[in-house]
């Protein structure tokens, strides 16, 4: 177990020094992981002994979220003045990410979902629509009556 803490704490050292030698705006612990994955799908899985000492460490996981908990309950009268805020940020954050990240997709692709853009991907698809009219017959749905 000793050499997966070893190899952990290696991995976060060498995603530090990386950081700041490059001077990459990203933490050096996230690049740690980053280089741990790369070496993980490597190697096509963890070493025994990465393994066991990462078993050890998510059993104690649950403590590492208790003094953030804590700080919330020695908040609450804060959290509750600006809950009105909160909800509003945390949904526009949420509406904001997911227009973007819908629109960066789009443009990623190169290309839009039928239906999307202002035309149907059907007939069947247009609630307007008669089942029962040439689709070409009357262009624009004008009525020339």
């Known amino acids: 177990m000793i050499e997966g ?14 950081a700041a030698l490059l001077g990459l705006p990203i933490p050096g612990p996230v690049l740690g992981l980053v280089l741990l994955l790369a070496y993980l799908l490597l ?3 963890p070493p025994p002994g990465l393994n066991r000492a990462a078993q050890t460490l998510l059993a104690y996981l649950p403590l590492i979220l208790i003094p953030p908990s804590v700080g919330l309950m020695e908040h609450l009268p804060l959290l509750a003045r ?17 227009a973007v990240c819908g629109w960066l997709g789009q443009r990623l692709l190169g290309q839009h ?5 202002g035309e149907p991907a059907s007939p069947a698809a247009d609630p307007d629509a008669d089942p029962g009219a040439d689709p070409g ?3 624009g749905g004008r009525q020339d009556g």
């Open 5 to 18: 803490l070893i190899g952990l704490l290696a991995a976060q050292l060498a995603g530090t020094l990386l």
């Open 43 to 45: 190697r096509r899985g």
């Open 82 to 98: 600006q809950a009105l805020l909160l909800v509003a940020v945390i949904v526009g954050s949420t509406l904001l990410s997911l």
């Open 113 to 117: 979902a039928p239906g999307v853009g």
């Open 137 to 139: 017959a009357n262009p």
